[in-house]
């Protein structure tokens, strides 16, 4: 799909609303229609997180995303509060080193990732959203591994380029096991 | 067309202010407006400008009093209750005929209220907000580019008309990302400023600015001298955005974000062949109320962020040749699409 209504969701801290930017930003270079939309309020590290990322050609109504085709979730309260909203078809993507439970409904498509586990294993645990988002990418076809990477060079400052590389490692990782 | 950024919208107005030659900027920070803040924070020393974080809403607002009487574009944003706070100034302001813009990320409200997005501020910033007989220019974007477009258009207008300008915003407007093109936004154009208390060089007699009127018939010369400028204005600015009005059987107005969700309900009701309008005020005051002259609809729908506070607008402009619906929702909530889709058929059920 290259165009969708993507909801991310977890706790503050694990790069929610960065996953949502570069989606965005991706969306933006290839000449999309986009909104990007955080959820705000008295937020803090380990509280929740959600963003709601649109990408269309045609020009974005209302930027609030009521029935995500994609939601990616990396805490279970997340599942909880969105499960029920997905769109019939849609997918859910799950981590599954945070998240014990089932996507209990039938008619969407969950996947599950166990995208902590992997960010520990090439060495930074922070970056699980990265293995999540690479997860998106294989199963949506929504960016290419190219347009990801090249988004990451366009929109991070000077002094973060030195982790395109790291990033992209675990985007890599997490196209790679779905 | 230039190359466009992706920016949050605060950050956006910020951005904009300073390309349309606001060089001063009096903040004080509160949910949902803050980056604004922090943005004018970032920049204005960078390009020579002034920052100043106020130790209060109120100390900010008589702050720009200061400098749009020394004729600097000048700027200061706040959320709801913060704009309760400058409303004294506001009024001063006005009544010195000066130009400045004021930025109003609104919040739920009333009292503290909340921090998500609402539109429950409409009466304040088109009745004026504060005490006497004035109005501001109101300006109601909805989207991240239009929030440029606006802020430009602001201080150019301000200037203009010599009125302090409000652009409202909401939660939603001032925290969501799109990509801005700047190199597109309206040039300044600077107005001359005779009136101006910057100096006199010796060479002219001295500029006085005051509000403060202890002769009634002088006082009620001065406030009736502005009045005409305001019927100005009515004939000249207003501004809004219309489609699908003709054969409309219901006509729905919004503005700002809302009128987004309105666009995606839209979209729905016409795939299942209902006939909807759009009439979105883009100036809420003054209220574009030609654009209501020329419809003939079975009847009017006002959806809202707040408990219905434009409908009484709609009705003096429509001149009740129509029932004017409400359909929102308030203290920080958004409506669906569903539920302002759900309301036009429900009022074609009254209506037929």
Not at chain 1, 14 to 41: D, R, V
Not at chain 2, 126 to 150: C, F, K, M, W
């Amino acid at each position: 799909m290259e165009n969708c209504e993507i909801v991310l969701a977890g706790f503050g801290g694990q790069g929610i609303l960065f996953m949502g930017k570069l989606l965005a930003f991706a969306a933006m270079l290839k000449g999309k229609k986009l909104s990007w939309l955080p959820s705000y309020g008295p937020e803090m590290r380990g509280g929740t997180a959600n963003c709601h990322v649109i990408i269309d050609d045609k020009p974005i109504g209302s930027p609030i995303v009521t029935k995500p085709s994609v939601l990616v979730v990396m805490n279970k309260p997340s599942l909880d509060k969105f499960e029920d909203t997905v769109a019939e078809g849609g997918y859910v993507f799950v981590d599954r080193s945070l998240i014990e439970g089932e996507v209990t409904r039938k008619d969407v498509k969950p996947v599950y990732i166990k995208a902590t586990e992997i960010a520990d294993s090439i060495g930074n645990r922070g970056l699980a959203n990265m293995v999540m988002l690479g997860a998106v990418l294989k199963t949506t076809g929504v960016f290419s591994l190219e347009e990801i990477e090249e988004t990451m060079k366009k929109s991070l400052p000077a002094k973060k380029q030195a982790l395109v590389e790291k990033n992209m490692e675990a985007v890599k990782k997490g196209y790679q096991t779905v | 067309m230039g190359e466009k950024v992706l920016m949050k919208g605060n950050e956006a107005i910020g951005e904009a202010a300073i390309r349309s030659g606001c060089r001063h900027f009096f903040g004080y920070p509160i949910t949902p407006q803050t980056e604004l803040s922090a943005y004018m924070a970032k920049k204005m020393p960078k390009i020579g400008g002034v920052f100043l974080q106020a130790e209060s809403e109120l100390a900010a607002i008589n702050m720009v009093y200061g400098a749009a009487s020394a004729g600097v574009r000048t700027m200061t944003s706040s959320s709801s209750p913060g704009i309760s706070l400058k409303a004294e100034g506001i009024s001063y302001i006005a009544a010195a005929d000066l130009p400045c813009v004021i930025v109003n990320i609104v919040r739920g409200g009333p009292g503290l209220g909340g921090i998500q997005p609402a539109q429950s501020d409409y009466f304040q910033a088109t009745r004026g907000g504060g005490h006497g007989d004035y109005h501001l220019i109101v300006l109601a974007p909805n989207s991240v580019q239009e929030l440029v477009y606006l802020t430009a258009d602001a201080f150019n207008l301000s200037e203009e008309y010599r009125i302090p300008v409000m652009l409202l915003g909401d939660g939603t407007l001032g925290q969501m990302m799109e990509p801005v093109d700047f190199d597109s936004i309206p040039e300044p154009v600077y107005a001359e400023k005779p009136w101006a208390t910057n100096g006199t060089d010796n060479k002219r007699e001295k500029n006085v600015i005051k509000t403060l009127y202890l002769d009634a018939p002088e006082l009620e010369a001065v406030v009736m001298e502005r009045e005409k400028k305001y019927d100005i204005v009515k004939q000249e600015l207003q501004r809004y955005d219309a489609h699908d009005t003709e054969d409309a059987d219901v006509i729905i107005s919004s503005y700002g974000i809302t009128s987004r969700v309105v666009e995606t309900a839209v979209q729905i009701l016409r795939e299942e062949g209902i006939k909807v309008g759009v009439i979105r005020p883009i100036t809420l005051w003054p209220f574009p109320e030609k654009a209501y002259k020329q419809v003939h609809p079975k009847a009017f729908l006002s959806v809202e962020m707040s408990t219905g506070q434009m409908i009484e607008d709609i009705k003096l402009a429509c001149e009740c040749s129509a029932p004017v619906y409400f359909c929102g929702r308030t203290g920080g909530v958004i409506p669906t699409p569903d539920e302002v889709v759900q309301k036009v058929k429900d009022i074609l059920k009254e209506v037929g």
